[in-house]
């Protein structure tokens, strides 16, 4: 019988993270890396991209940068490319890649997000990235999958996308109201069903599909909103930027090689009450 911390090991596996260079993206890189992957770090701002990979190989790993647009289906094209050219594959895809407004965040300006008057741009964009990107990045990567008979696509959910916006949280005292945006909501769950489908279209082809959802990770947020969003969790806390990191490599490793289209969450209970 095989050690069970062999069934984590990525070795010989290569890598795509959309989003690579974001919050939790960047965790996901090293992640990855450190259980013996090669790294494709995607996102659409290259230089942070770079950063991230730069962090990787200097302490011995295999990563590189890419740029993408995840909106434009010849740069998902070039990325897969990329990752095929360089590492080959991708055996793991992680579509982390999408647009999630952090006005809830210290010192950042916006407008309220109502729903009465949200921009139909805005909404459109939003979907563009948050649905069809995954959808692009997918599809992009599934060819490659095929051809090597194996293969591992993880979507990154939220809890608003199991649940209601708590929008009483975004709330502080002398200031208008702001909501978490309608699009935010819509797009993580429609990743649910996105999720479930590529689980079942790939019966039989050794690809499985999962998601991961996150609750809220702690960024410099202002003292209201931590304080607001901790009172909702069972432990009562944001997480910590580390800790989806263990349920990422499990979703991506030979650990959770009887898992297909399931939603893994981790949100410190938010979802529990």
């Known amino acids: 019988m095989d050690s069970i911390f062999d069934k984590f090991n990525l070795k010989d596996r ?26 494709v770090v995607a996102d659409f701002n290259f230089e942070a991209a ?4 730069l962090s990787i190989t200097a302490r011995g790993m295999l990563a590189a940068a890419c740029k993408v647009d995840v909106t434009d289906p010849k ?3 070039q990325m897969v490319a990329f990752c095929d050219d360089k590492f080959g594959g991708p055996d793991i895809l992680v579509c982390s890649a999408a647009k999630d407004p952090k006005f809830d965040e210290a010192n950042h300006e916006q407008s309220s997000n109502a729903f009465e008057t949200f921009p139909l741009d805005a909404w459109k964009q939003a979907l563009d990235v948050n649905l069809t990107g995954m959808f692009l990045c997918a599809q992009a990567a599934a060819g490659k999958m095929i051809a090597r008979e194996r293969g591992v696509i993880i979507n990154i959910c939220s809890t608003y996308g199991l649940v209601g916006p708590d929008q009483r949280i ?32 790939y019966a039989g082809k050794n690809i499985r599909a999962n998601a991961l959802t996150p609750g809220g990770v ?3 947020h202002d003292e209201v909103f931590t304080q607001n969003y901790s009172s909702r969790t069972v432990l009562g ?8 990191n263990g349920a990422l490599l499990f979703l991506a490793s030979d650990a959770s090689s009887y898992m297909t289209g399931s939603n893994v969450v981790v949100d410190g209970g938010w979802t529990a009450w």
């Open 218 to 220: 702690y960024n410099n």
């Open 75 to 77: 740069s998902v094209a």
């Open 170 to 201: 975004y709330k502080k005292p002398g200031k208008p109201d702001q909501f978490k945006p309608v699009y935010y909501s819509v797009t993580k769950a429609g990743v649910l069903g996105f999720t479930r489908y590529l689980a079942t279209y």
């Open 237 to 244: 806390r944001m997480a910590k930027q580390d800790e989806m």
């Open 50 to 53: 770079e950063g991230t990979a």
């Open 14 to 39: 290569s890598v795509i993270v959309t989003g690579g260079a974001g919050l939790l993206g960047r965790q996901f890189c090293m992640t990855l890396a450190q259980a013996g992957a090669a790294v």
